[in-house]
């Protein structure tokens, strides 16, 4: 290789590297430092073959042009400036630092004592000065030809989704269908057998956790485990190595086509509210090196330490211009070259937080609100952190979606039996228009949920009622303690007849009311099949059977059961609206209102029921008003109205149809459910509802009374 290569000052812009005019385009932003040099290696990525120093600097951009270097060349910053603490500048040219805007990378990240800028041994700590060089260490930057735009993406609207949380390596390592060689992998991810169960359940959207580069924390590595969830990115363009079944990072976008050629948009989970550098005792890799002043939120009285509304040690300082640049630019890259839909941002109040508090009209939100790609994407907010005024649910700007943590505790809650929950669940059913509505928002904004990555799954939320995180190594104190779970008198598996009907039976309760409630529905992989963390649920370091979905011992009925839920919510529009409903418009065929609550005798819920503590059984009644077609599925069932009924109670409830010339047919039943049944025409003017179980019945009009025949 070349060790003769010269530099010209080239251009400021675009930042990261550019190939063009036969030769390679560097930028970096740095605005404190004093010097910044490139580095050139040879292909194994160990040996430093040239030093070039970037020799022009504009608005806080150094760059340069090398002539006559190829693409595949491996690179590195060396970057010189003041090293004061104290004053949040950390420079050290001995740490060779990651290119933010690599697209590419060589090598893996090795856990190693030269990452660290000080002398770990010091009792000073973080305020030495280490020379020990971390290259032989640390994975080079791959400079690139500009990978080509995508140009198709499904565009599900939002009322017709149905989001899949999952994993990638978690779902395919033991899925004996895709080929073992490449199980783990994006690749895998693509294979028909996955497409095809994906379709089958009728998901529009799968929504992966992270799968930006990130690295294990040292505590985590410490301990011989790994991170599996994956948010701790040191990169926000490179895809996760481990997921890649070669070294070519075009495997994402190839997956992405294939997900779009089914008519499924693939959404990421990002984490722009930290990187994997940590706090003030974290390794050097890149941002903290490059101006640490500029990249990160540091406290104001001693910029030595930082604000860490993160969790993770510190907080990506997105009110600076050229870091909101490097995040957009980031995200833009994501849609336009591999083809992404969507992202779901993690803690994502951080990104609108300013010195003291939340705006929705921040920097961030307004540059997205203003980009032509990105204002046209799917965007999720997961609208909590830890830092002041953390929990924002319902507080994002309109267009964006929120996961809904109220929905998840208060269907939990309610079908464990707690008393007084009739009201709240009665609005999570309503599309929390409590939390919505008021700013011109839609049902779709809620996206509702029972179980995420982050807790137990739905088959330990019935199996158990205390965390079981042992295997984490922190003594099971990490993961939530609140859980709102119930285990029908026995913790952990059992071989109990009458606790797995129930536990069966309450997992069908949970399902459909995610499938029935107004709102944009998620669900977890390995859900509907009974996967089992073994009651672990914080399991982000276990990177093994715990985490990866037994298709072994998939629960088949369970399967049917919801594949039959999502085809009954495609078919019915009543169960997926555009609007809220109050009420206020009624049906000029059934003169029923578009939405009613009714008590177990039929008649309309009054103030003094909601205010009955003991009440836990009630019905949503939907009735059709014309407003409801507006969505590019074909229906299958147009029905005049939908009845709902929900029994927590622990016994058998009579419950008292409406009274209306027609008739009703049973849809779902989950204390008798069979599969490929047909539907049950009911010829009484009651059903028997059995303890905890929910039905589902159509209701079409008739001129004709119906045969008052009991069932």
Known sequence: MNTNYIITTGRSFPMGTTARDGGVNFTLFSANAEKVELCLFDASGQHEIQRLELPEFTDDVWHGFVPNLPVGTLYGYRVYGPFDPHNGHRFNPHKLLLDPYAKKLAGKFIHHESHYSYDNNSRQKDLTFDVEDNAPYLPKAVITEPYPTCLTHPQVRRRNSLIYEMHVKGFTKLNTAIDEKIRGTFRALSDKSVIKYLTELGITAIELLPVHSFIDEPFVDEKGLSNFWGYNSFNFFVPQQRYLASSDVLEFRDMV???????????????????????????????????????????????????????????????????????????????????????????????????????????????????PVLSQVKLIAEPWDIGPGGYQLGRFPNSWLEWNDRFRDTVRRFWRGDKGMSPEFARRLHGSADIFESRSRRPSSSVNFLTSHDGYTLHDLVTFEQRHN?????????????????????????????????????????????????????????????????????????????????????????????????????????????????????????????????????????????????????????????????????????????????????RTINYQLPALDGHWQVLINTADYQQDANPITIKSSSVELSAHSLMMLSYTHSTTSTNKEKI
Request: aromatic letters at 10%; hydrophobic letters at 30%; glycine letters at 8%.
């Open 470 to 650: 042992y295997a984490n190594g922190e003594n099971n104190q990490d993961g939530h303690g609140t859980n709102y779970s119930c285990n029908f008198g026995h913790e952990g598996e059992t071989d109990n007849l009458s606790v797995n009907q129930k536990r069966t039976q309450q997992k069908r309760n949970l399902l459909a009311t995610l499938f029935i409630s107004q709102g944009t529905p998620m669900l977890l992989a390995g859900d509907e099949i009974g996967n089992s963390q073994r009651g672990n649920n914080n399991a982000y370091c276990q990177d093994n059977e715990i985490t990866w979905l037994d298709w072994q011992h998939s629960d088949k009925e369970l399967l049917a059961f919801v594949k039959n839920l999502s085809a009954l919510r495609k078919a019915h529009p009543l169960l997926n609206r555009t609007n809220y409903q109050h009420g206020q418009e009624h049906s000029s065929k059934t003169g029923l209102a578009d939405i009613s609550w009714l008590n177990c005798h039929g008649h309309t819920m009054q103030e003094s029921d909601w205010h009955d503590r003991d009440i836990k059984c009630f019905a949503m009644l939907l009735a059709d008003t014309n407003q409801d077609k507006l969505s590019e599925w074909a229906h299958e069932h147009d029905d005049d109205a939908m009845l709902v009924i929900f029994n927590a109670h622990s």
């Open 257 to 371: 086509e294939t997900f779009h050629h089914a008519g499924i948009e693939v959404i990421l989970d990002v984490v722009y509210n930290h990187t994997a550098e940590g706090n003030e005792l974290g390794p050097t890799i890149s941002y903290r090196g490059i101006d640490n002043a500029s990249y990160y939120r540091l406290l104001e009285q001693d910029k030595r330490y930082y604000l860490n509304h993160s969790g993770c040690g510190n907080t990506l300082n997105i009110d600076h211009p050229r870091v909101l640049q490097l995040v957009t630019d980031s995200l833009r890259y994501w849609v336009e070259c591999m083809g992404v839909d969507g992202f779901r941002f993690d803690l994502a109040p951080i990104l609108g937080r300013n010195s003291s508090h939340f705006c929705n009209t921040n920097h961030f939100f307004t540059a997205i609100r203003q980009d």
